[in-house]
C-alpha cells in the first residue's frame, strides 16, 4: 500500500535528553519546559502536531522529567480555583493544554544511547503507521505549522520526510546534512544523509531540523545499527541506510527556526513572540525602543 494512503496521526517527542547547554536551569527541570514569554517549548511543539491533525502524542521520558507528564495532565485543583473565582479565560487556557481528543502517552528511555534509540523506545506505540517526530527544542514558526506543510509533501510525494534550512557551511558539526537531487522546488530526493560532519566533508548545506515524517520501516533500520557519531545511535545513519530500500526527501520548510537548545535562539525566540504576544507586545516594543534596539 503507497505510504501516504495511511493518515499520520502519532507523534513521538523524545524528551529524554539532558539540556547541558542551559545548565543550572535544566539541573531538576526539563529543558522542554522552558518558557517562551508563557508557554513552555514543549506545549509550542504539540501544538503544531495539534494544527496537522496528530491526535496521538508519545513523549519518550527520561529521569526528572516528570513536569512534562504533569503539563499535559488534569490539574484538578487550579481548575478547581479559577472556576470558585470565575476565571473564565484562564481555566481555558488551563484545559486547552490538552483538548480532550488528543491523547499523551508516556514510554521511558532508560539510557540516553542516542535519538535513534529515543525513538526506538516508540515502536510498540507506533507500531507500523507512519509517523512524525518533533524535537521541542527546534521551535519552528510558519504558517501554515511547519508539520502540516510536510504532511502535504508528505501527501504528494508518498515517501519519508524531513525538514531542511541551509545553513553557514561552517556549522554542519552540528547536523545531519542531507544531499539530494531536487524534484520540485524546496523538495530533494535523497542519495545521502550524514550526522555531524566537519565543513570539509558536507555534502551540502541543507541541515536536518528538528521535524521528521517517517515510514515505520525505520525501526528496522535503527535496529540494524551499531553506534555512531559520538558512540550514539543515530536517527541519521538509520535514514540514511532507509533511502537506500525507500524513498526520502528533504523538504525546505516555509518558517523562522529558532533553535531554543541554544541560549541565543532562546532568546531571539523570547523576543518574537513577546513583540507579538497580546499583553506585552506594546509595551515591550516601547521597552526595546527605549534600549534603542528597535
Ligand atoms: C539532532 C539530529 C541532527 C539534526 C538536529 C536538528 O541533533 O541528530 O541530525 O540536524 O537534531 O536539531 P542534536 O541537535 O540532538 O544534537
Known sequence: MPLSTKAVTKAVFP?????????????ASPKEMLNVVDKPLIQYAVEEAIAAGITEMIFVTGRSKRAIEDHFDKSYELEAELEAKNKQALLEIVRNVKPSHVDCVYVRQPEALGLGHAVLCAEKLVRDEPFAIILADDLLDGQPPILSQMLKVFGEQNGSVLAVEKIDPAKSSSYGIISGAEVAKGIYR????????????????????????????????????KPGAGGEIQLTDAIASLLKVDPVFAYEYDGVRYDCGSKIGYLKASVEFALRHPEVKEEFAAYLKSRSLT
Open 15 to 27: 524528551v529524554a535528553g539532558l539540556g547541558t547547554r542551559f545548565l543550572p536551569a535544566t539541573k
Open 190 to 225: 535523497l542519495n545521502g544523509i550524514v550526522e555531524k560532519p566537519q565543513p570539509k566533508d558536507a555534502p551540502s548545506n541543507l541541515a536536518v531540523v528538528g521535524r521528521y515524517v517517517l515510514s515505520s520501516d525505520i525501526f528496522k533500520h535503527i535496529r540494524n545499527l
